[in-house]
């Protein structure tokens, strides 16, 4: 009974960390590209000001 439910409960924590990191990086993913985009937006927009 105890190692079926220690087996359980490491599969159900496992799980759980890989959700919240597959979660975690696509937040830090996200925030990651748009500000690179605004960057980019930036100096693309201060290059056509000063032509």
């Known amino acids: ?3 079926l ?3 359980a409960m490491t599969l159900l924590f496992k799980k759980a960390m890989t959700l ?3 979660k975690a990086m696509t937040l830090l993913f996200k925030k990651a590209m748009t ?3 605004k960057k980019a937006m ?3 927009f201060k290059k ?3 032509l």
């Open 35 to 37: 500000l690179l985009f």
């Open 42 to 44: 930036t100096l693309l």
């Open 5 to 7: 439910f220690k087996k």
């Open 48 to 50: 056509a000001m000063t």
């Open 20 to 22: 919240l990191f597959k």
């Open 1 to 3: 009974m105890t190692l």
